[in-house]
């Protein structure tokens, strides 16, 4: 059974950082790209980050570009978003996803206020 448990959320001041990650496991993780998306309050959910399955090519919305980075680590079977320079506009629930699987973990909330 696949399993995604995202953790590192909280409340930060604009500016500040965050690192968030995701335990897999129920599937050979090392084999799969990996993907973060977040889900504002009354918006659509939305791809932020996307990490292929070695970690050698990543790729980013525009709004998060220069400041979040996507890694893994394939022995820990965890993917990771390192968030720099956090907006208030990036306060959302985020989750960690495997696109060839359609499980969803319960999220990690982010708010950036001051």
């Known amino acids: 059974q696949v399993q995604l448990v995202e953790s590192g959320g909280g409340l930060v001041q604009p500016g500040g950082s965050l690192r968030l990650s995701c335990a897999a496991s129920?599937?050979?993780?090392?084999?799969?790209?990996m993907r973060w998306y977040r889900q504002a309050p009354a918006k659509e959910r939305e791809l932020v980050a996307h990490?292929?399955?070695?970690?050698?090519?990543?790729d980013y919305a525009e709004s998060v570009k220069g400041r979040f980075t996507i890694s893994r680590d394939n022995v820990k079977n965890t993917v990771y978003l390192q968030m720099n320079n956090l907006k208030p506009e990036d306060t959302a629930v985020y989750y960690c996803?495997?696109?060839?699987?359609?499980?969803w973990g319960q999220g990690t909330l982010v708010t950036v206020s001051s």
């Open positions: 996803n495997c696109p060839n699987y359609g499980a």
């Open positions: 129920g599937f050979t993780f090392r084999i799969y790209a």
């Open positions: 990490i292929s399955s070695p970690g050698t090519n990543t």
